[in-house]
């Protein structure tokens, strides 16, 4: 397992961007697929992106995923924040695999403690 330690949540304008990052002390996440996850308050957790352990970042959407290796962190930036993104965020990583969506019991994730977003409009 892996300790995740996910920040950079806030306050937020609508039309704002933002960055969260995902770290990992006394850890290297070179090894680890890693996810980025919100959950909006009485609905289920949603998968946003990802990126393998093999690549540096990915985009989809307004999802900006990013692996920066000298800092043993992946960043997670949001463009044109709308309300509805309100959420709390949350990273996971699960080593040598792939992340593609939510974990099963089979390949489960180890999670961050969540980072909340809120975007006022």
């Known amino acids: 397992q892996v300790q995740l330690v996910d920040s950079g949540g806030g306050l937020v304008q609508a039309g704002d961007s933002l960055s969260l990052s995902c770290a990992a002390p006394?850890?290297?996440?070179?090894?680890?697929?890693v996810g980025w996850f919100r959950q909006a308050p009485g609905q289920e957790r949603e998968f946003l992106a990802a990126?393998?352990?093999s690549a540096v970042g990915s985009v989809k959407g307004r999802f900006i995923i990013s692996r920066d290796h000298a800092k043993n962190k992946v960043y997670l930036q949001i463009d044109s924040l709308k309300p509805e993104d309100t959420a709390v965020y949350y990273c996971a990583a699960r080593q040598w695999g792939v992340i593609t969506g939510a974990p099963s019991p089979d390949e489960p994730y180890d999670w961050g403690q969540g980072t909340q977003v809120t975007v006022s409009s």
């Open positions: 006394g850890r290297t996440l070179d090894n680890y697929a």
């Open positions: 990126v393998s352990w």
